[in-house]
């Protein structure tokens, strides 16, 4: 159980365009997700925490309006990056915490995002 | 602030070697501490966690002590199999919020047979 999957697991677009990639809770309801973004070699970073049918809360230095994401539903969130750039190449991995346990997060296999 | 530091891979080794994998880390107040692992092409899976000072969590033959004189947290396992091979990441939450998570960077562990 606790299964977190996310799609697309991997995705390029051009510069100026925008991509959404989901997060989805198979076997559980979430009304907590986090999204993470992880550089090469490099730590897993925050970049926001969503609840469901609220806005999301994102941390310093995170532009909101580029990394859009809505968390329409229990058991999914979405995240859309808007008019991508080549910076924003990465891997954006997702969370999601059970309605039922505050304590452990469930971690999904992460999109990798290029960006030409 | 609060960080974690881990070592840095990759780390390859002979089936049935003792690994260690260190971890250090920074932190307000007393953290929970943790290690996950991530197999390719999967998520990151919990693999042990910490929640005191001098708690030893383990799992799978993995075992790892919470020590706060040396604000550490290595991961150890006696004998590695091929099967262990993957990136591990070290990791805390710790006041002012305990829903945030701090990864160190993950070290790639690579048995070969």
């Known amino acids: 159980g606790a299964v977190v999957s996310q799609h697309p697991s991997r995705v390029i677009c051009k510069s100026g365009t925008s991509v959404k990639i989901e997060c989805r809770s198979l076997?559980?309801?979430?009304?907590?997700m986090f999204w993470y973004r992880q550089f090469p070699k490099q730590s897993l970073m925050l970049m926001a925490t969503?609840?469901?049918?609220?806005?999301?809360?994102?941390e310093q230095g995170v532009e909101k309006d580029k990394f859009l994401i809505n968390h329409a539903s229990l058991t999914l969130s979405t995240l859309t990056v808007t008019s991508a750039h080549p910076e924003d190449s990465s891997f954006y991995i997702c969370?999601?915490?059970?309605?039922?346990?505050?304590?452990?997060?469930?971690f999904g296999p992460g999109t990798r995002l290029t960006v030409t | 602030g609060n960080s974690v530091t881990q070592m840095e891979g990759p780390v390859t080794l002979s089936e049935e070697a003792f690994l260690t994998i260190n971890c250090t880390y920074t932190?307000?107040?007393?953290?929970?501490l943790f290690w996950y692992v991530q197999y390719p092409g999967e998520g990151l899976q919990l693999l042990l966690k910490?929640?005191?000072?001098?708690d030893k969590g383990s799992n799978k033959g993995f075992e790892a002590t919470y020590r706060k004189e040396t604000t550490s947290f290595h991961l150890e396992k006696g004998s590695v199999q091929v099967s262990d091979s993957a990136v591990y990441f070290c990791?805390?939450?710790?006041?002012?919020?305990?829903?945030?998570?701090?990864f160190g960077s993950g070290t790639k562990l690579n048995v070969k047979p």
């Open positions: 969370s999601a915490r059970r309605t039922d346990d505050f304590y452990e997060q469930y």
């Open positions: 076997d559980f309801q979430a009304t907590t």
């Open positions: 969503s609840n469901e049918g609220s806005k999301a809360t994102y």
């Open positions: 932190a307000t107040g007393y953290p929970s």
């Open positions: 910490a929640t005191k000072a001098d």
């Open positions: 990791a805390l939450k710790a006041l002012p919020d305990f829903n945030k998570f701090y």
